[in-house]
């Protein structure tokens, strides 16, 4: 720790003058400094000059000064030094030289080596350390008294307060894990007793079937049979005859019908339909310890319409309001008429999750679609969401909807998202869009999909772009 002290300059005549006469000016100088009892720290420790302390004497070589002898009474708190005696002068060090920081004698001060130099009486500098190591002590007492009370009070408040919020935030992490287990459960005990009833349905449906056919068969095996011991044992005139009979059982097997295939054989996917189930599915799925990702989506530049610019780092897609005056190189992966573009990740096995921010656009489709898709002409083909190919979500004049095979679902959305969110996952064959910031789930689908998908884009307003 490093202080300045302050010192006062003592004036000297010039060399020229009697040297005899200013030292004894110097000498008439009054030294003499009352010095308080001063407190150290908290411990009662006393710090006091006494004004007949007994002074240091000299040890040491010529042109080397050295302390001789230092007492120090620990009961009385009392600190006393005997004086050195200066080498060149033989006269009491009663003096300091602040530019050389060492102690002198007078004569060093108006004659000697210090001649000129600021110098400071030895007890008044004395007193303006001890001071200052006065200042230090109370400071660090203060100091200590600061740290002891944030330790007991600051940090001990903090200590129950942190014991309070801690069991605060486990009994609500248990509240509302138990609530969703609660309803969870609730939703599994539903959907199972429904995929029962479904069960129960279509087994009912498959005995009738089976029945009913099984009768229909039986009924035409006889048939059959009466007819052809008609055909091969009755004489010829008996034939002509029989032509009525036989009209009649021909009728009433052409009356069986021909079978077939119906959705009622089959189980109701509907029967696991829960809003509450796919949405602790896809929040498990896109915010769990094992969320999915297409780090590597970009544009395929292939297949960007001319209606349409592609950035430099293949991520986004602006839509030109003005035909460019060059058109690019025919390429049969490229949409010529619709402003469409295609992503460049085939997805054909596992779970993908993807985000494309949309921003003000007013008019975009964001989905996926099979590689066999129409790219060329201004056909429905060619279209997405209007043929049997592309499943996108679209968003046209504040409207949104899921289109598919030329039908449009209208969507319900609570506010306009800025990013769109999508979710493939290959092993249940569900195809998700939902809202990135809350995880809302906008809409869902399972479709049996028979070959691999490429993510589906497309945009007449503004521009869009893949986020990763």
Known sequence: MTEDFETCDLTCSSPSGDPEETLKTVKSWSME?????????????KLQKTVDAPRPTISGSPGKTSLAAATSDTESGIYSVESELCVDHESELDWYCGTEQKLICSHCATVGSCQGHTVTPLA??????????????????????????????????????????????REQVLAQVSAAREALEEEEQR???????????????LLTQRAHWGQALTNLSQTRSRLVHTLTHTPDAQLVTSV???????????????????????????????????GLWATAVLLGPNAYGSSCLKFDERTVSPLLSLSDDFCTLTFLHKKPR????????????????????????????????????????????YASLERKGSGNEARLGHNSQSWVLSHYDGDYSFCHAGKKVPLQVARRPERVGLLLDWPSQTLLFYEPHSCAVLYSVSQNFSAPLLPAFAVTDRNITILH
């Open 33 to 45: 400094c009352e010095q308080p009892i001063f407190s150290v720290l908290g411990g009662g420790m």
């Open 124 to 169: 008044t500098r004395v007193t303006v350390v001890r001071n200052k190591l006065v200042d230090v002590c109370e400071k660090m007492q203060l100091q200590a008294l600061r740290i002891e009370r944030f330790i007991e009070q600051t940090l001990g408040a903090k200590e129950q307060k942190l014991q309070a919020a801690a069991t605060r935030a």
């Open 191 to 205: 959907l199972l007793e429904e995929v029962q009833r479904e069960e129960e349905r279509v087994e009912q449906c």
């Open 244 to 278: 009525q009979e036989i009209a009649e059982r021909v009728e009433e097997a052409e009356g069986v019908g021909e079978p077939c295939d119906t959705d009622q054989l089959s189980l109701n996917p509907s029967c696991t339909e829960s809003k509450l189930l796919r």
């Open 326 to 369: 060059h058109s690019p190189a025919y390429d049969p992966a490229r949409f010529d008429s619709w402003p469409n573009a295609l992503g460049s990740l085939s997805m054909s096995s596992g779970t993908h999750s993807w985000v494309v921010d949309v921003g003000q656009s007013g008019a975009f489709k964001v989905g996926v679609c």
